[in-house]
């Protein structure tokens, strides 16, 4: 079965740096949209970044958009996020999920398979 292992969550200061990598397995790769969303504790699951099938397009949420990049490395089907600038409300689980064929849409709705999740942790 399909799965996806994240990894590289932790505890950080704010204004530090994490990269969170997301491995998938049993997948033709480069047929799915990858995306990375967070829920942070009491809040909804949301959407932070997504890179399209076809690397035609890249989405990012208003609250992350220059902070943070999503990239992917098909030959090695990992998807990665690079988090800098992190603030405190940043912290959350993030999950990355993959989406056949998808356009990096927001909505987790789209996205069939999803990773376990990894913390991340900013403190003051």
């Known amino acids: 079965q399909v799965q996806l292992v994240e990894s590289g969550g932790g505890l950080v200061q704010a204004g530090d740096s994490l990269r969170l990598s997301c491995v998938a397995s049993?997948?033709?790769?480069?047929?799915?949209?990858m995306g990375w969303f967070r829920q942070a504790p009491g809040k909804e699951r949301e959407s932070v970044a997504a890179f399209s099938w076809d690397r035609g397009r890249i989405y990012y949420a208003d609250s992350v958009k220059g902070r943070f990049t999503i990239s992917r490395d098909n030959a090695k089907s990992t998807v990665y996020l690079q988090m800098n600038s992190l603030k405190l409300e940043d912290t959350a689980v993030y999950y990355c999920?993959?989406?056949?064929?998808?356009?990096?849409?927001?909505?987790?709705?789209?996205?069939?398979?999803w990773g376990q999740g990894t913390q991340v942790t900013v403190s003051s």
């Open positions: 049993r997948l033709t790769f480069s047929d799915y949209a």
């Open positions: 999920a993959a989406d056949f064929l998808g356009p990096a849409a927001p909505g987790e709705r789209a996205y069939e398979y």
